[in-house]
């Protein structure tokens, strides 16, 4: 008994370094990226893109993160030169790295060539995330730690984010898109350095499931009521026509009505990821010790509360404390939702089934920020699309019943 708990606590101790790094590799190379901010305004002030446009051009990027089901299938069926994870995290960390480093040499600035590389980089790392989830799921639900694990992923993510939104407001404000891409091209550097020493010892894996009966896995587990009712929720709970993330319309808000300067819209993401850290944190802490109910119940209300806080920002002092507000209970809520979807995916599909999950988390919180931005460009005050966004989340008060939690 000794011996498996020893056993279990140095494989939940490296799981977590692996969730660490591979998360901080995800944020800081793409999902938002050292290059984020300084892409926004550089979109913005050199090529002129109207608010809408900016929507649409983030989306488009984005698209490869809602297609990352199709990666669960292949990870779930296939090995890659004999391994499961190893050499699917050299082979996407390796291209990540070449595409952003020609970002950077060749110095592209037209729309298009942004798009096409920058959605190449986002397929890449994409397909790293659905990985890493899938160790997360798989391992954490060995080790009845999922929560943990979770808690332990947005936690570095949030910390990390802090200093890449500073660095990036400062890349902004002094420096150009050419080497905030030089800078980015770093990240994947550090994944393959960091595949070898955590992932070195991986045996050998044979997959012996077939695509056929991996997609049928798929579907008995997407048409249960229960997983139809968690997909029901994260679509109502994530949508919202005014999204927090500074890469969006609102720093066009910011800029030119509030008159923030880039370097300060930077800090602003600082503070919020630093409370998003704090969130996880808790979140980690309480996951043991509060139902999944009151969870999702405090997810639901504190999610509301958060966005209507958007309204109060009229200064720098009210921004910082929106944002601190916004980063710790948003994280909360996230969380709550993430944790109900990760013990809903049936085994032997867990990269896929999770990656469903994830797709419509991201592909919801799609065309709320596009809508916003025409609505925002024609004239539509932000605290009218503040109310309307928290006007949807309260929806999420009805489908708690459908999870059935006191069932479990």
């Known amino acids: 008994m000794a011996n498996t708990t020893k056993q279990d606590s140095m494989a939940i101790q490296q799981l977590i370094a692996i969730m660490v790094l591979f998360y901080l590799i995800q944020t800081y190379g793409c999902y938002p ?132 939104y500073y660095i990036g407001g400062w890349l902004a404000q002094n420096s150009n898109l050419s080497m905030a891409f030089l800078l980015t091209a770093i990240v994947p550097f550090i994944g393959l350095v960091a595949t070898f020493i955590l992932l070195g010892g991986e045996k050998k894996h044979r997959a012996n499931v077939s695509v056929k009966t991996n997609l049928k896995s798929i579907w008995l587990a997407v048409k249960s009521r229960r997983f139809l009712a968690v997909l029901g929720f994260i679509a109502c709970l994530q949508f919202t026509l005014v999204p927090p993330q500074l890469v969006n319309y609102l720093v066009y808000y910011y800029k030119d009505t509030l008159k923030f300067d880039p370097q300060f819209i930077g800090l602003l993401g600082t503070f919020e990821a630093l409370a998003n850290g704090v969130g996880a944190l808790v979140f980690g802490i309480l996951a043991f010790r509060i139902s999944r109910q009151l969870i999702l119940n405090l997810a639901i209300g504190l999610t509301t509360i958060s966005t209507i806080g958007l309204l109060f920002i009229h200064n720098a002092q009210s921004a910082m404390l929106v944002s601190v507000f916004f980063g710790f209970f948003s994280m909360i809520a996230m969380l709550g939702v993430l944790e ?37 460009s024609q004239g539509v005050p932000v605290y009218v699309l503040v109310i309307i966004s928290a006007a949807f989340t309260v929806l999420c008060f009805f489908l708690i019943p459908l999870l059935k939690l006191k069932q479990e």
């Open 33 to 164: 990226g050292l290059f984020g901010l300084p892409l926004t305004i550089y979109l913005k002030d050199n090529l002129g893109l109207s608010p809408a446009q900016l929507a649409s051009f983030s989306t488009l990027i984005f698209t490869p993160w809602l297609i990352r089901p199709l990666y669960g299938i292949i990870a779930d069926a296939v090995s890659l030169f004999g391994y499961q994870f190893k050499s699917y995290f050299f082979l996407c960390y390796s291209l990540a790295f070449a595409a952003l480093l020609g970002l950077g040499i060749f110095k592209v600035n037209t729309i298009s060539l942004l798009a096409i590389s920058l959605i190449l980089v986002n397929v890449f790392i994409a397909f790293s995330d659905v990985l890493t989830d899938k160790i997360m799921v798989v391992q954490g639900t060995i080790l009845n730690n999922t929560a943990r694990l979770q808690a332990v992923q947005w936690t570095s993510l949030s910390f990390g984010q802090a200093l890449m």
């Open 340 to 376: 109900i979807a990760a013990r809903s995916c049936p085994v032997g599909a867990e990269g896929a089934t999770y990656a469903i999950l994830m797709s419509v988390y991201n592909l919801v919180k799609q065309p709320g920020p596009i809508l916003g931005g025409h609505l925002y």
